[in-house]
């Protein structure tokens, strides 16, 4: 990985075991935004990669230090005033502030140095969090239309269309609007039904099934995902290559929400779909990402939802901890990854990263 890519697994560790809820996931990303900008700013000044990690992991040390520096300074600078020694006055500045380059006032030691009001620091945090507010908001508009674009105009995926048993283009259709209504019932999502094809899928067919090849065919990705869960509601399957997300898998899938019917556990969805896209990252050593678009169609009202989500194989690997190759599928450790996937905070945390909508 590279040097980023260390950074986020040590913010992961650094959060590993704690509740993430919205504040500390807030939090979490904050630190991982701050030290990224800390490691270039350490590789800019001439550093190699592994020196500026270190010096940069350095400076926070547990997820302790972070909340303890910040009571520290609601308290004032009276500690400051008594004489602190350096080291300690390094121990509390605030995460968002970024190292200092060699030959400026601040860098210059004890004598030279002029320390930040309380004030001030508060003042560049506040800053720092509009600004991070600010790039979220423009990244969430231009995802938003990147997705419109590649759903809405003609593209180059190679679809691998499902029951085409005589050439023509042939997809098991859950219908949409008034038509939806005259499907029956065999199109309506049963989450129960997904949650026992989860707990009792064999990965032994899907490792004999690995392809490192690129770029891989609608059937060929048919045929790793056609045992999976959700299976029965494949729409269709392909692969596609893009500057942003590499080499993609691309699977969509299709079905009726009908709570009349069968209850529908949009958790259970979530975790299905982190559960397929990191089984295809490990049967498929060439893919760098995995893309889902759901078409969700209510029954009641026949209203469409799409929604889209691309699994990035460093994402993945970053948040389960692990490197996703072929080998996880046959050495026994595939129920271990189960279990993660299982878990909320893994399955909940893949999908927000993925989240393209």
């Not at 939090?27 to 270190?54: C, H, P, W």
């Not at 269709?236 to 009726?256: A, L, P």
């Not at 009641?300 to 990035?312: K, P």
């Amino acid at each position: 990985m590279s040097g980023r890519g260390d950074i986020r697994m040590y913010v992961e560790h650094l959060f590993e075991g704690r509740t993430l809820d919205a504040e500390t996931i807030e939090l979490k990303e904050e630190i991982y935004g701050n030290l990224t900008a800390r490691f270039d700013d350490y590789v800019a000044q001439g550093m190699s990669e592994q020196e500026a990690f270190s010096r940069t992991c350095e400076a926070v040390t547990s997820v302790d230090d972070v909340l303890g520096g910040r009571g520290a300074e609601a308290e004032g600078t009276g500690a400051e005033a008594e004489g602190a020694t350096d080291a300690e006055a390094t121990r509390t500045v605030p995460v968002g502030v970024p190292p200092v380059s060699p030959g400026t006032d601040e860098a210059r030691g004890p004598e030279g140095r002029r320390r930040w009001s309380t004030g001030r620091i508060v003042g560049v945090a506040a800053v720092a969090l509009v600004a991070v507010v600010a790039l979220c908001t423009v990244i969430n508009i231009i995802n938003s239309s990147v997705a419109s674009a590649t759903y809405d105009t003609p593209g180059t995926v190679d679809v691998q269309p499902l029951d085409a048993t005589d050439g023509s283009t042939a997809y098991p259709s859950a219908g949409s609007g008034a038509d939806a209504g005259t499907q029956g019932d065999e199109h309506t999502l049963r989450t129960d039904d997904v949650a026992q094809e989860i707990s009792g899928y064999d990965v032994a067919s899907l490792s004999a099934m690995a392809d490192s090849s690129w770029p891989l065919d609608g059937a060929a990705v048919s045929e790793l995902v056609g045992g999976m869960p959700l299976a029965s509601h494949l729409m269709s399957t392909g692969s596609d290559s893009t500057e942003r997300d590499g080499n993609s898998i691309v699977v969509e899938y299709e079905w009726v929400e009908d709570d009349r019917v069968a209850r529908t556990d949009d958790d259970v969805v979530e975790q299905a779909l982190a559960h397929n896209a990191t089984a295809l990252l490990c049967a498929a050593g060439s893919a760098d990402s995995v893309r889902m678009v759901t078409h969700e169609t209510d029954g009641e009202d026949g209203e469409l939802s799409v929604d889209t989500f691309t699994f990035r194989r460093d994402d993945v690997e970053s948040v389960l901890g692990t490197d996703l190759t072929e080998g996880r599928l046959s050495d026994g450790t595939w129920d271990e990854l189960r279990s993660k996937l299982s878990t909320e905070r893994y399955y909940d945390r893949l999908c927000d990263l993925a989240d393209r909508d």
